[in-house]
């Protein structure tokens, strides 16, 4: 089993309308969750980082479920500049730094 | 530009061949890790420098891979004798000390006919 499992999609979704899609993680002791973003045949960029509390940036919401040891996103009003792979990362602290875990990733197209 | 920098951006080589690859993070980041990443798939940790010091191996840096970073600068990533298997994109990424976020370099793509 993956330590972090997202769904592939792909999400097809139309201009302006909402997303939203989980990924689980394995790891009861990930400490710090993260989205990333990754364009085809680029590198992964930090799209916000999740907090326990949920926490929003502009059209972008994540939320955590530690419990449940699953992380949210959800894409409001969606822009065909959104079209992209989302991967869900968690990081597991050692004693000096946090391992990153990444999910495959899901992809999300938006179309006109 | 004052982001990671790799090179090259792409190679192709023949198997059996050993092939270097350059990592430069943002100047002042102490924290260094490169990454491998196959189609589909997310980017798997290969292995994590400290300045100089390489604290963590992943499991996925068989022998036939070394990293270095003798200045607490740059890192070189060397794969000797590859296989087909190695054909991937190989990441590097750079962060500051006590920071979360890891800033990604363009990567290099290796393909191993």
């Known amino acids: 089993r993956k330590e972090v499992e997202q769904d592939p999609g792909p999400f097809n979704v139309p201009e302006g309308a909402t997303v939203a899609f989980n990924c689980t993680y394995s790891n009861s002791a990930s400490q710090s969750f993260f989205w990333y973003r990754q364009d085809c045949r680029k590198e992964p960029k930090l799209l916000m980082s999740?907090?326990?509390s949920g926490n929003e940036d502009g059209r972008f919401t994540a939320q955590l479920n530690r419990a449940s040891q699953y992380i949210s996103l959800l894409i409001r009003d969606s822009k065909l500049s959104d079209s992209a792979t989302y991967l869900c990362v968690v990081s597991v602290s050692t004693d000096s730094w946090g391992k990153l875990q990444f999910g495959a990733g899901t992809q999300v197209v938006v179309t006109p | 530009d004052t982001g990671v920098s790799q090179d090259p951006r792409h190679k192709i080589t023949k198997r059996g061949q050993n092939v270097t690859f350059r990592c430069d993070p943002i100047?002042?980041?102490?924290?260094l890790y490169w990454y491998r990443q196959t189609l589909g798939q997310g980017p798997e940790f290969l292995t994590y420098f400290q300045n100089e010091a390489q604290l963590e191996k992943s499991r996925l840096l068989s022998d036939r891979f070394s990293a270095e970073r003798p200045k607490g600068s740059f890192s070189t990533l060397e794969i000797q004798r590859t296989e087909q298997g190695d054909s991937a994109m190989y990441l590097c990424a750079s962060s500051p000390q006590g920071g979360d976020e890891q800033f990604f370099g363009p990567g290099t793509r290796l393909t191993v006919l």
């Open positions: 100047s002042e980041h102490n924290r």
């Open positions: 999740v907090y326990s």
